[in-house]
């Protein structure tokens, strides 16, 4: 059964601990992201990376980030230097090369820091 | 950098009326992506436009491809209950998704 799997699904933290959220996907995609939501809001780029050892900068890259050792893996890091890190985080996957970019998401962190 | 605008931000119909959720872009699109989130879940691809004028329809769904790439809309007729959620446009490709902040799909029994 293929698919994008997060872990967990809920993440408590206390404010200025750094913490590790997990995506591992078994599509066999080349290319991986990370999407922050808030409340009643949009998507928005965090990280992306097109292939193994390589990532960029998204929209707002600014205190997190990311590694990519594995092409299944890509986790991403929430540091201390993250200002507002309580949101929803998901990670999505999709085929490089092919004409369509549709994403596949996997089903979310839920990241409450106190 | 581009931005997408989506509107309404929530909308309320009777099950049974039409839904339409606009979508427009600062910049002209490759393409664009419609998403559908449930309540609870996470984002669900729904179809992809790529061509200037482009219609495409799933079922209750139709989706529209302005003729200068720059807008969007998803129509959903006859609403029914499992069509609650958020829709949401997206543009862009390899190097992300610029999301609308997506529209409430919220249906009056």
């Known amino acids: 059964d293929g698919g994008i799997t997060q872990s967990p699904k809920y993440l408590f933290r206390k404010e200025g601990q750094n913490v590790t959220l997990s995506c591992e996907q078994n599509?066999?995609?080349?290319?991986m992201y990370w999407y922050r939501q808030d409340p009643g809001q949009g998507l928005r780029l965090i990280y992306y990376?097109?292939?193994?050892?390589?990532?960029q900068k998204g929209d707002i890259a600014e205190g997190y980030s990311v590694s990519r050792e594995k092409k299944e893996s890509f986790p991403l890091t929430v540091t201390s230097a993250q200002k507002n890190p309580t949101a929803f985080y998901l990670c999505?996957?999709?085929?490089?090369?092919?004409?369509?970019?549709?994403?596949?998401f996997g089903p979310g962190t839920r990241l409450t820091v106190t | 950098g581009q931005q997408v605008m989506q509107i309404p931000q929530y909308q309320h119909v009777q099950e049974g009326e039409d839904f339409t959720t606009y979508c427009n872009s600062s910049t002209t699109l490759s393409n664009i992506q419609w998403y559908k989130q449930r309540p609870g879940g996470h984002p669900v691809f729904l179809i992809q436009l790529v061509k200037s004028g482009e219609v495409k329809k799933q079922k209750r769904l139709t989706f529209q491809f302005g003729e200068a790439k720059k807008n969007s809309s998803l129509h959903i007729t006859a609403t029914q209950t499992t069509d609650v959620g958020t829709y949401f446009c997206a543009g862009g490709g390899a190097d992300g998704l610029t999301f609308g902040k997506g529209t409430h799909l919220i249906i009056q029994p």
């Open positions: 990376s097109q292939i193994v050892n390589d990532f």
């Open positions: 999505a996957s999709s085929r490089e090369g092919a004409q369509y970019y549709e994403q596949y």
């Open positions: 599509l066999n995609h080349d290319a």
